[in-house]
């Protein structure tokens, strides 16, 4: 296991913290509310992308749109995102309007269609008003920045309160010692409000220069850590998209710089081919920071659930493998009745033990046991000898801890999630005027 | 497909409906509250059982104890049910106390004890009283009666506002044609609250005359109609279960009465073989009926899921599959979006749309459909032209009927639940005290 404190550090900036990358965040005029609502990501060096997409079969226009440009193998320069209508459920012509606000992004950019990825986040069902989406973009374009990543996080939030951004520098260590590279992020949250919104959306963007393929090797896996682990409401959202960019723009800076050194992946200039593998060590630095930036961004958009007003977070140990770790862990974030204890401070480790039990998870019933705050409370299905009020005044925090140890295996898995609460059924409840 | 309407008709007595059984309710002292918390249903003709359980691996000792009591080949003679402890989570101890609830009432009503059937329901985690329990018993057994069937369902009530109960009389028809057999049953409701309550509990009584697998092979078919198809909070519990006994007593009244005609399965008293065919009508008819039972039963608890204020139907047809309509069906009203809809009268077709797209159930893209209480909101994927103002007024009523259509074959489920109110936070979020 490898320190990650020492291997990567905060740095500013969000999508644009990594070398090479723009960003604007400006009103189309979609809202009413009159927030900005227009998002633009945008390398000028290009770029390779993965994406991952919602499984819904009702999936958006933009979504089916943008999976074929990441499958085409031509370079990538953009990602553009509206919030305020999620142009789902609006048949062929919300085909077009996709395509419209990929080939405005791309004429502005002078770069190729196939080159711009997609995606809108907001009400469902309704056409989007192409025009003035077309037009935000025309306004974005000249205001990319490299100091905007701000801006841009801020335009894709729907019911979000707060902005969700990280970005870290990686030193990956090894034969690359001293080099840096970074991973930037943004995110918008699980806001579902009259009559519908669309759920999470990330875009993640580095300077690392990485294939195609290990980039969606490292996006799927991190995405399995993170925006899989997560639960809101249990309703998987027709528009959620992870989209990842890297430019190789950390290799330039490399060159430019002291010129000494070979830069991380460059011989993936000459060779395009995959670097993943268990064996390069300095693959596995990065893995881990794209990981880290993939879950921060994942606990901010669980802690801004709607009505939310803590994250909790489950970590299931002791599992006979990852599947049954993930499927234990999610059981007890996605349960309505835990989530109802975490909002009321209850430590009420039967709902935890009957959220496991209701999985196919295999359970030791001896050797299982449960945490909450770091106190045991169930230990083999019975209850533990324990201050139920001193551990409920505990969970009176920001940060609810569950630890479930399965008993049987040397699997593990966390998921995050926020209580339920009033404020969650009066947002969704009240009907639209 | 036959007019169910025309072929049973509904009578008086919940369990103690059918001939033969006599059933009782107490106090015995387990709830704080002084509510009746003890039930027994007795039939002194032997019966043969069967039980559908709950999948949760944290499954209570009485719900493991009454499966090898059921697998067990000898005669069935009663049911005993203590509310206000679930005796789940509760070790070894739980096992002892779950056989002294068997030995006590096996004991009063001198049967053997592998001839009743035990469960409980209430708090998770606490020893069963059972003391109190075991006092219960005995005080219950000298007041069991042919006329108690209401008593008995509302001594398994925990957070339910009202007692769960039916019985109808079936005229099997054809070679059984005027020969009527009788079927009743209980619930109780998912009720969850401070610390924790287990949820469902059905006890279904007959008096037709079936094989143990005829029994067990009707009850399993019918929970999957019925008890499978509800959803409150999407939370299994540890106690879970449905009994069901057939003692064939209506084949005595039959030839106690005009003594002409072979009763209903008369010829299993001397082959006792599975009965249950496709070619046999009178069977069908039957199940029909047990059917129906299951269905209401778990209807009453579905609108009577804690803080529901309305019935929430869902018929998804249209289905590739019966997998998949059920599916389907499930997950529109396990999604807390629609749920939250449902309360505000919002007529939320997206959240709908989007609860079938995140299922693995076949859609068609052209063809599928939506209405709202007979309103056709959402066709193809795409709004229909409705007013949004007269449909929510529609949904303002107890009864909120969504009908989907997959588009895609000819396979249909119904899945029955309730909407999601601040009330169901509140009760599941305070603290116990």
């Known amino acids: 296991m490898i320190d990650k404190q020492a291997l990567h550090s905060s740095i500013a900036g969000g999508v644009t913290g990594p070398q090479g990358f723009k960003a604007a965040g400006v009103t ?13 990501v ?68 002078s770069v190729p269609f196939s080159s711009v990825i997609v995606n809108s986040t907001g009400i469902i069902g309704v056409p989007l008003p192409v025009e003035t989406v077309v037009d935000g973009i025309k306004t974005a374009i000249p205001l990319l920045s490299s100091d905007a990543g701000h801006e841009a996080a801020v335009a894709i939030m729907t019911t979000d309160i707060v902005s969700k951004e990280i970005a870290v520098e990686v030193d990956l260590g090894g034969r690359f010692s001293g080099r840096k590279v970074r991973i930037g992020g943004m995110a918008k949250g699980s806001g579902m409000i009259a009559p519908n919104m669309a759920t999470t959306i990330a875009v993640i963007t580095t300077d690392a220069l990485l294939s195609h393929e290990t ?17 809101v409401d249990g309703c998987e959202s027709t528009n959620d998209m992870i989209v990842a960019l890297a430019n190789g723009a950390s290799t330039e800076e490399e060159l430019a710089g002291n ?25 596995q630095v990065f893995a881990q920071a794209f990981d880290h930036v993939c879950i921060e961004l994942a606990k901010m958009v669980a802690v801004d659930g709607e009505g939310a007003t ?14 049954s770790a993930r499927v234990a862990s999610m059981s007890v974030v996605r349960s309505d009745l835990v989530k109802s204890a975490a909002k009321g401070n209850d430590p009420n480790w039967g709902r935890i033990v009957s959220a496991i039990g209701s999985t196919s998870a295999a359970v030791s019933q001896e050797k299982m046991s ?25 969970m009176n925090e920001r940060l609810l801890s569950i630890e479930i140890d399965l008993g049987v295996g040397d699997s593990s898995a966390v998921a995050w999630g926020c209580d339920l609460t009033e404020e969650y059924v009066h947002i969704n409840s009240d009907y639209r005027t």
Chains 1, 2 share one sequence.
């Open 28 to 40: 189309a005029g979609i809202k009413a509310s009159g927030k900005p609502d227009l998002a633009l």
């Open 259 to 283: 010129g000494t050194g070979r830069a991380f992946g460059q011989t993936l200039r000459r060779a395009p081919k995959p670097i993943l593998s268990a064996a390069d060590p300095e693959l």
């Open 370 to 394: 449960v945490s909450i705050q770091g106190t045991p409370v169930c230990q083999g299905f019975m209850v533990c000898d324990f201050d139920e009020v001193a551990v409920s005044n505990m």
């Open 310 to 323: 803590k994250l909790i977070e489950v970590t299931v140990t002791g599992a006979s493998d990852l599947e």
């Open 42 to 109: 945008f390398t000028e060096k290009p770029a390779v992308a993965a994406v991952v997409t919602t499984q819904n079969s009702a999936a958006a226009a933009p979504i089916l749109l943008s999976r074929e440009i990441v499958q085409d193998d031509g370079p990538k320069h953009a990602v553009v995102i509206n919030s305020g209508n999620a142009n789902a459920c609006t048949g062929s012509k919300g085909m077009d309007h996709a395509k419209a606000m990929v080939e405005a992004t791309a004429q502005g950019l």
């Open 215 to 231: 980039l969606q090797t490292l996006l799927s896996s991190a995405a399995d850590k993170s925006f899989n682990q997560i639960n």
